[in-house]
């Protein structure tokens, strides 16, 4: 088989759809056009059926009544919903939320829109494994605490969050409980029959399905309650009006039972392919991995190349499609704010770059990634003065650098 | 980031990688930027005794724009003299590169590096 290029490792940003899922789609795009809706004619009634059955997979799929699914644009929706939703229903019993450092932007960008209208949030840092401990968990819970917002695995990193061990915290101190589990339904056990946890967000273009839809789960027993934030027909019981994208959801709902399916089979696989790409790039000096390598999915790998810039890296090998965490490649101007959060300093952070591989990653592909940036890395190390430095034995990180200020002052003349 | 060709060219092609011996009277280094900042520059000038730069090289740790533009300079610094070479101006650097403005800090840190290096040279040889 002939390799074809550029090679697809960022399925954390999104994935491919899956052309099992496309299938089922299709007919909905076509001639099942009803609204799901219309209650008066066959065309509704059968675009109902399929938005049924969806949610029914969709529930199956993570372990909850079909009747606590209701379905949004995307997991981002999910989250600002299930975060304003709650905090704005139990402001009456306090009005502190906590979450952490590491959170998507989502998650951090909805509370700061929280604090602006009167809630006071804490931002827990997490360990410099990425993994939260609950003992400073447990000692951030106040009484007037009413939400808690985790995501069960990270973006950027991969790291597998303990949400049952946090849900039970939750239920004890009477606290609303969030996950964002954008990132998390075909690579670990979803099981919301067995975890305390009262809300959930999912998006179906991270698992294969399309994007523009997602879904959030609010639990029945014991019932949560959200204020919605879009008004209409009353569509979801009322949680969230708007016509429903049927076909969009009929992918969700394919996408998450094939992700539930082939878990078993493909994550050895995705692992042997993981830690084929990690030993290779190991071979190498100065490459440090970020976030714990045990709890952590198989479909991840963050690494930070030492005294190799991200962004310059990035453009030598074009050939491979990834993510860094280098400042050059955000708006921002500041790198991985997820790695600085670990403790990374931001050498580090600038020179990471996060393999995320798919259920279409091949290990030819992974052959060919480890060689090329065995190859990269080292022509960028022989440009690089830090990498002479090292070299000489000079303590790079302790080295006196001219303060960052001047150089400002220079771009503003 | 969409770059232009010329960056493209000299970030695949750099000119005049490499280490001239900073004890040597006759070359200057200067090292500008932070690591921390994602762009630090290295770059050394050698001056013959008829006040002219007879070589340049350089080494440099940040993004595409960051190397061309230090591989850029050490082409340009070649034949000057000290008070030519004084005279490039980071906008002469972003121009010829067609620099956009969010890397327009890449030039500023060239323009810098022959300054720092232009002084180590007349530091040494007072």
Known sequence: ?413 | MAYSNKVVEHYENPRNVGTLDKNDAHVGTGMVGAPACGDVMKLQIKVGDNGVIEDAKFKTYGCGSAIASSSLVTEWLKGKTLDEAQQIKNMDIAEELELPPVKIHCSVLAEDAIKAAIDDYKAKNK
């Open chain 1, 1 to 413: 088989m002939t390799l074809k290029l550029p090679i697809y490792l960022d399925s954390a940003a999104t994935t491919k759809i899956d052309p099992r899922v496309l299938e089922q789609m299709m007919p909905y795009l076509t001639e099942e056009y009803g609204n799901p809706a219309s209650r008066s004619h066959s065309f509704g009634w059968t675009a109902e059926a399929a938005v049924e059955k969806a949610r029914k997979q969709v529930a199956d799929t993570v372990g909850c009544d079909e009747k606590e699914i209701i379905w949004t644009s995307g997991a981002t929706e999910s989250i600002n919903l299930a975060l304003k939703g709650a905090a704005q229903f139990y402001q009456e019993k306090g009005k502190h939320l906590i979450t952490i450092k590491t959170e998507h932007k989502a998650t951090l960008d909805t509370m700061r829109e929280l604090e602006r209208i009167g809630f006071e949030v804490t931002y827990l840092n997490p360990e410099e494994n990425g993994l939260i401990d609950l003992n400073k968990l447990a000692a951030a819970i106040r009484s007037d605490t009413i939400l808690l917002s985790v995501m069960f695995v990270n973006n950027e990193i991969g790291v597998i969050q303990d949400i049952s061990a946090i849900g039970k915290l939750c239920r004890e101190k009477g606290v609303i409980f969030h996950v964002d589990a954008a990132q998390a339904v075909g690579k670990v056990d979803v099981n919301l029959s067995e975890i305390s946890v009262d809300l959930m967000s999912f998006s179906a273009h991270k698992v294969y399905g399309p994007k523009g839809v997602g879904a959030l789960y609010i639990r029945r027993k014991p019932r949560v309650r959200l204020l919605p934030l879009i008004h209409g027909g009353g569509h979801e019981r009322g949680f969230r009006s708007g016509t429903l994208p049927t076909h969009q959801i009929v992918g969700m709902g394919a996408a998450f039972e094939l992700a539930k399916q082939e878990m078993p089979t493909e994550l050895p696989r995705l692992r042997a392919l993981r830690d084929k790409l990690l030993a290779g790039l190991q071979n190498m000096e100065e490459v440090y991995v970020n976030g714990d390598l045990e709890q952590r999915v198989a479909q991840n790998l963050n690494i930070s190349f030492n005294y190799v810039e991200g962004e310059s890296l990035m453009m030598a090998i074009k050939d491979i499609a990834v993510s860094s965490g280098s400042a050059c490649t955000s708006a921002s101007l500041e790198p991985s704010y997820v790695l600085r959060a670990l403790g990374r300093n931001d050498e580090l952070a600038h020179s990471s770059i996060r393999f995320s591989i798919s259920r279409f990653t091949t290990e030819q592909e992974i052959d060919y990634t480890i060689k090329l940036l065995q190859d990269k890395v080292s022509k960028l190390r022989e440009l690089s003065p830090l990498w002479e430095m090292y070299q000489d034995g000079i303590d790079v990180a302790n080295f006196q650098w001219a303060e960052h200020g001047n150089q400002r002052d220079v771009i503003l003349h």
